[in-house]
């Protein structure tokens, strides 16, 4: 009877929830949501995934249960994706331009040098052009929600030091494995490597590589100064991180469903943004503390790489188009100019 009465109450409780929300208990069904992330548990990556899936339990009354795999435990980005494709993955969150192998557009985040500060990054983001973007994945059997923030990338090497821009030259660099990461790295003089994230604390051990970019908060979450002896605060490029949903899934939800999500993503995007720009404020000063060497490259040595990275960006406004390259110019020069 005790135990009735506990169900019965549980009950009540969700169905109140629900009617917070202004939801019907009959749009919504028992669901569990795979939600892997390629960061350990602790990065702001996966506590937004935490987040989120609070939101979403508490927006569907316990309905929808959405189960955290980080650390890449389900395979990496690209592997996810297409299991997403096929439908035996729900969602996952990921550098938008790994998705540039999907939707070619995508790549217009990865602009070298394009963003001065997260504002300007923010403003692409959630205006119409990342709006656009997003939509685009549709016709590539994904649903994109919202971005999530991991930082501006910096470099990281495990002996030779990058204090300059000269000092790239012949480094075999770790990068993200899409056409334009390769093409930026080789541009500015160093041997880019494509690889896996997955594999690349290892590379950087057995010296198959020199060195990789990356955000504050992945160096200190993978311990990459354990195998890393330099870090070159560069800011060469943002990384926005896109949540994206299986459509095959997606399809199968109801409008409340569907809005349940969305709007869980959205709502983490502010909290997930928050945290992890408070994590990489505190990311630096760990480092230093784990005996990093930090150089930060001055305005001259940036203008000389900006430079030397133009045959790789004039490549990718081809890739992108010029109109869709002018819109997020143009979003940029407007919180810049304060309009």
Do not use: C
């Amino acid at each position: 009877m005790i135990a009735f009465r506990r169900t019965l109450l549980a009950a009540s409780v969700a169905a109140a929830s629900l009617l917070s929300f202004g939801v019907s208990a009959q749009d919504i069904q028992a669901r569990t949501i795979k939600f892997p992330s390629a960061s350990q548990k602790g990065h702001p990556q996966v506590m937004g995934v935490e987040h989120f899936a609070e939101l979403v339990a508490k927006k569907s009354g316990g309905k929808m249960v959405v189960k955290s795999f980080p650390g890449g435990s389900l395979g990496p980005d690209a592997q996810v994706v297409s299991a997403m494709q096929g439908g035996t993955v729900e969602m996952n969150v990921m550098n938008a331009s790994l998705l540039a192998g999907n939707i070619k557009e995508m790549a217009v985040f990865d602009y070298p040098f394009l963003f001065a500060n997260a504002q300007e990054a923010d403003a692409v983001a959630d205006g119409t052009v990342g709006r656009k973007l997003l939509d685009k994945l549709q016709e590539r059997g994904l649903v994109g929600l919202a971005y999530w923030d991991l930082g501006f990338r910096q470099m990281h090497t495990a002996k030779k030091p990058i204090r300059n821009a000269d000092e790239l030259k012949g480094m075999k660099m770790r990068v993200i494995p899409t056409s334009q990461y390769v093409d930026f790295m080789n541009a500015i003089g160093a041997n880019a490597t494509p690889m896996p994230y997955t594999e690349t604390y290892s590379a950087l051990e057995q010296g198959a590589i020199d060195g990789m970019t990356n955000p504050l908060l992945n160096i200190v979450s993978e311990k990459f100064y354990e195998v890393s002896k330099h870090l070159t605060l560069s800011n060469h490029m943002y990384t926005p991180q896109a949540v994206i949903v299986s459509k095959k899934f997606w399809d199968k939800l109801s409008a409340t469903e569907q809005k349940i999500l969305q709007d869980a993503a959205s709502e983490t995007a502010l909290y997930q943004r928050k945290v992890a720009r408070e994590e990489a404020t505190k990311a630096l000063a760990e480092l230093k503390k784990q005996g990093m060497q930090v150089h930060e490259l001055t305005a001259q040595d940036i203008a000389k790489l900006r430079e030397r990275a133009k045959p790789a960006t004039d490549k990718l406004t081809q890739q992108v188009g010029e109109p869709l390259v002018k819109e997020v110019f143009a979003a940029v020069e407007k919180v810049r100019s304060g309009k």
